[in-house]
């Protein structure tokens, strides 16, 4: 399995599909009403795609999954990029911190962050992708075999990345509050499985690392819905061809 698609539920997806494409100088690789697919590549590391699906609710506060973005010394420029294309301040309390916390046009919070030792300058736009989880140490495990990335010392209590040592940061961050229950995360990851893979297998692996398939009214579905201990979904792709 490889980690594959940061997925961004928007009302409009045209509207913050476009403001993701032009922030991140991403590809539009697919344009369609209800979904917009931005390709996020690093050369020489990974290539993630943004999925942006319609749904019919709002954003809600307390994202579990968000994005950092590479800022460093360019922090002022991006943060003005970010706020021309729609963006706008966003206060959650963070106080006085040397991040800056933002929200897209659809309310959506994401950080442009200052310089760390831990943020490659050439590890494309995004710097990490702190997650909420319950246990960090017990989550690696799980998160680890679903995205093929490779544990990574940094100031979090437990973080992977793609295994070229670029790309993002998958940041497991102690959450502050249990994830409620029924109310699904306004972002969250895809992995794809690998030709030869079987996805009953794959979904037997996660579910023994602690991992939860999910009930759901939405159909005969390709993939597979689940949660990960702490509670946040991840789908499960079946290898492309299948």
């Known amino acids: ?25 991403g590809r539009r690789i697919t344009d369609e009403p209800d979904l917009v697919e931005v390709r996020l590549e690093v050369p020489g590391g990974p290539v993630l795609d943004l999925c942006v699906p319609r749904v019919p609710e709002p954003a809600a506060p307390g994202p579990r999954l968000h994005l950092d973005l590479l800022g460093g010394p360019r922090q002022a420029e991006v943060v003005q990029q970010a706020l021309d294309l729609g963006a706008r301040h966003l206060d959650i309390g963070q106080g006085d911190v040397p991040w800056v916390v933002l929200a897209d046009p659809e309310g959506t919070p994401f950080c442009v962050m200052e310089e760390r030792a831990e943020y490659r300058a050439d590890g494309g736009p995004v710097a990490a992708l702190p997650l909420d989880s319950a246990d960090p140490a ?40 249990a994830k409620p229950a029924g109310v699904k995360n306004r972002m969250h990851l895809d992995a794809r499985l690998e030709p030869g893979e079987d996805l009953d297998d794959c979904v037997a692996r996660a579910v023994a690392l602690g991992g939860h398939e999910v009930e759901h009214d939405w159909g005969t579905l390709p993939w597979r819905v689940l949660t990960d201990p702490s509670g946040n979904e991840v789908c499960l792709l079946p290898p492309h061809g299948d």
């Not at 399995?1 to 100088?25: C, H, K, S, Y």
């Open 1 to 25: 399995m490889l980690l594959e698609n940061i997925t961004l539920d928007a009302l409009d997806p045209r509207v913050v599909g476009a403001f993701w494409e032009e922030l991140l100088g």
């Open 138 to 177: 017990r989550d690696l495990a799980f998160w680890q075999a679903l995205s093929g990335w490779r544990p990574e010392s940094t100031s979090m209590p437990a973080a992977l990345r793609h295994p070229s040592g670029l790309g993002p940061l998958l940041e497991l961050c102690p959450e502050t509050t």
